[in-house]
């Protein structure tokens, strides 16, 4: 495949994906976005750390300098987890732009599906993804992730939907666009911070060889859209549902109250969330994203034949 040409693949990431080695890529958002400085750099270096114990490649996914990286350095890491929220929240339709003004940005879900699927990576770990808003109904506010979800074969493994969501109408949205959502190891939804939501999925899998399978068969039938793989929070780390459902009822009441939408929601609510849980949400999703970056990386392997 010809690379893009304003995409730049690691030394490390290009090796392993010319031998068939497992990569497993890693969205930027999180870092830049997620939690402050150190925090957010000795985060994401750890999963790195995570994906490599488990016999995988890690390619953290940004955009320096207008140069689509797949697979940064720490060094790289550093810079985006001191820059913060100053460097740019990409999604789709920015990602363009930020290329053309040699930008800096953040990978969403959206972009480093894009980007992963640019350089040849299959297989993606993240926290949660985006859906659909409560109150869509009114404000059509609807996360790109479910349509790039709908048009890129790529796997991402999350821990759900992010609990501030609508889940029932985020699961509709995906049946509509074909993406399959599969429960490992579960036939129910996960919630991000809870393993359980009161929402089925559409199949449960209970081992990485399935899911590479699985992905093969999708490939072979040239199914065009991506894997949603959601896997549940480990039972230790789990939060109580009443306590963060009653956290997330208040942040979302306070972002409505200030007339905040769009791009800034996300962040604002998980912020306010953390807050008003003394800081126990931060440490479930931490906890969950290397959960999920142990399994992309087992499965990554499968993948590869390992």
Known sequence: MELNKHLD????V????????????????????????????????????????NGAVPATICIINGRLKAGCTPEE???????????????????????ARKADGATTVTTTMMIAHMAGIKVFATGG?????RGAETTMDISADLEELARTP??????????????????????????PVIGYGT????????????????YRVDSPEELAELFRTSAELGVESGILVTNPIPEEYSMDPDVINKAISEAVD??????????????????RIKDITGGDSLDANIQLVFNNARLAAQTAKCLAGN
């Open 254 to 271: 306070e972002a409505n109250a200030k007339g905040i939408h769009g791009k800034e929601i996300t962040p604002f609510l998980l912020g």
């Open 187 to 202: 036939e129910e939804l996960p919630a991000f911070y809870t393993r359980k939501s009161g929402f089925k999925v559409d």
């Open 14 to 53: 290009a090796e392993a994906l010319a031998v068939g080695k497992p990569v497993v890529a890693l969205e930027s958002t999180i870092i830049s976005h997620g939690m402050p400085y150190p925090q957010n750099v000795q985060t994401a270096l750890a999963v790195e750390k995570v994906i490599r114990d």
């Open 9 to 12: 693949v690691s030394p490390e």
């Open 77 to 99: 890491i550093e810079y985006l987890g001191k820059s913060g929220p100053r460097v740019a929240k990409a999604s789709r339709r920015d990602l363009a732009m930020l290329v």
């Open 154 to 179: 790529v796997m991402v493994v999350c821990a759900g939907a992010k609990s501030i969501l609508d889940l029932g109408l985020t699961l509709e949205y995906l049946e509509t666009h074909g993406v």
């Open 129 to 133: 993804i985006g859906g659909v808003h």
